[in-house]
């Protein structure tokens, strides 16, 4: 996967994960300061959330190396993109019931409760202790990167194909990169992005969904397509497991 298009997917998913992350970003505190102030705390929270999409893409980014050295690279990129394609066409009633399972609703009341609790913590520092109040911020966008996310997913798929710790890293970087100007946004006029306008936008998101699994299984299908599905040839893998000796 050419690493440009992690921004594009974060650009596009952002506006679907205002529905998840919007709420979120709308009820961050406002501190008693000058309008610099807000701006860098909203600043704040949006590097948290591409510093941990940036670690899950070179966590993901290892993995993926560690299957292109047993010379997998083909079925990953295919496997990778018939997995979006099931999950296009999964009914959304069996979604649900998936998200429902005993486990995710544990990991994400975890996660909800500490939200909560970062958001009491930076209202009430947010007069006296606007430093602490940041801090506090910065920990919520972090955590905010953890929340599951279908396009995050999709991100991380990118990464995995990418075979390379770092370039997964600089592939999440630029998703989370694409999504910061909606989230930006929403954090300081969350009214502005209403329903409307995020219906809008949604109605594009299955057909971007779609595009990028082709993508995925065409390059896996090594037709020798500039960009599109380039020829791997052979030799690559080999030099891989002479580096790794």
Known sequence: MEIWTGFIVGLLGSFHCIGM??????????SNGSRLKIIFSRVLYNVGRIITYSLLGALFGLFGNRLILFGLQQYLSIALGVIILIYFFTPRNIKTKI????????????????????????RSRSILFSNRSN???????????????????????????????????LYMTLFGLGTFPIMFAASL??????????????????????????LFILRGMNLGIPYLSPKLSSSSVSNSNTECH
């Open 21 to 30: 992350c919007g709420p979120i970003a709308i009820s961050l505190p406002i």
């Open 99 to 122: 998200s429902s399972l005993t486990l995710i609703q544990q990991a994400y009341s975890i996660l909800n409760s500490q939200f909560l609790a970062l958001l009491d913590a930076s």
């Open 135 to 169: 801090i506090s911020l910065f920990v919520i966008g972090l955590l905010n990167g953890l929340l599951p996310c279908g396009f995050v997913y999709v991100g991380i798929a990118g990464s995995i194909s990418t075979g390379s710790w770092l370039i997964g890293m």
């Open 189 to 214: 006029f969350g009214k502005i992005i209403n329903v409307k306008v995020r219906q809008k936008i949604n109605k594009l998101i299955p057909a971007l969904t779609l595009i990028l699994a082709l």
